[in-house]
């Protein structure tokens, strides 16, 4: 299998580019842009396997996107690059629709023509899957769960940019036939996430011994989902998902993020009980404006048609993430030169 992947220096398409290399063996192209968030030393374990190469390149740029496809002749592309935290499209969401609107539409008009020039078995196995955000449904109350069918109601520049590339990416399959197939997931984490993210963030800043800011009053839930989980949700997908169909991904590990806070800090108080206790450098800060209160996914159809179950707990995963953070410093600090641990996503007004 020749598998091309966008956005795979970035956290979730690391992992995944590590999966299909490593343990399945796949042919994978890597194509990434480098921006902040992208890191080549997430794919360092990839040095010189002869079935990875990597293309930095930007997806917005559809000609550079052909040539890749008529290069590597891929059997499935799996779409991950985009611009994805929230904070930063409150305060620069032109980036965002230029990513993750017009790349997009670039990527499918560079996969349309390789397709559609595609015969016999080649052309029956070709698969675009597209990764997108539970945030494109909006906000959930204290009941009820995404599913397939939920309605989409963004309240993010972030959300509303992923909610316009999924409605691209089904409108390419109705009306052009491109065998393409759409997943939503919850909020992941582990270890090589850019440390702009709550969890990363978190543990860093204890670490540091800095503010651990939390944002209104640490309410609002999330549903968290181990990257590996997500991955192998992924490959599965993509393998043997129905084409046009849509797939949402989530681990019923809802938790708040004051409870997660509290959760890192109590790892740290184990691991450096001279600098306990940790949750004292936690300080309430002005909420994000639109933060949506309450993610939850119902996987049932992932789950049902395609065997598919999260194995890692959240707590035993949130300690590993934690433990890889620590030992990892290598990694992170070299980041520290592109975000320095400040408060984004307060809104300049608008001239």
Known sequence: ?????????????SALVRHLV???????????????????????????????????ADICDEQRMRNAFAEFRPDWVMHLAAESHVDRSIVSAGQFIQT????????????????????????????????STDEVFGSLGRDGYFTEETPYDPSSPYSASKAASDHLIKAWHRT?????????????YGPRQFPEKLIPLTII?????????????GLNIR?????????????????????????????????????????????????????????????????????D????????????ELMWAPRVHFEEGLAATVDWYLQRGDWWKPLRSAYDGKRLGLPRKAI
């Not at 036939?177 to 939503?184: A, D």
């Open 293 to 304: 209160f309450r993610y939850a996914i119902d996987a049932s159809r992932v789950k049902q």
């Open 100 to 131: 993750n609107v017009v790349g997009t539409y670039s990527l499918l008009s560079a996969a349309r023509g390789y397709w559609e020039r595609l015969k016999g078995r080649d052309r029956e196995r070709f698969r675009f899957l597209h990764v």
């Open 22 to 56: 490593l343990e399945r063996g796949f042919d994978v192209l890597t194509v990434d842009k480098l921006t902040y968030a992208g890191c080549l030393a997430s794919l360092a374990d990839l040095d010189g396997r002869p079935n990875h190469n990597f293309l930095q």
């Open 205 to 217: 800043n204890a670490l540091e011994q800095s503010p651990i800011r939390i944002y209104g009053q």
């Open 176 to 188: 052009y036939g491109l065998p393409t197939i759409l997943t939503n997931c919850s909020n992941n």
């Open 1 to 13: 299998m020749r598998v091309l992947v966008t956005g795979g220096a970035g956290f979730i398409g």
């Open 223 to 291: 549903d968290w989902l181990h990257v590996d989980d997500h991955v192998r949700a992924l490959v599965l997908v993509a393998s043997s998902g129905r084409i046009g169909e849509t797939y949402t991904i989530g681990s019923s590990s809802e938790r708040t993020n004051l409870r997660v806070v509290e959760t890192i800090c109590q790892l740290m108080d184990s691991r450096f009980p001279d600098r306990a206790p940790h949750i004292r450098l936690a300080e309430y800060v002005e909420d994000r404006p639109g933060h």
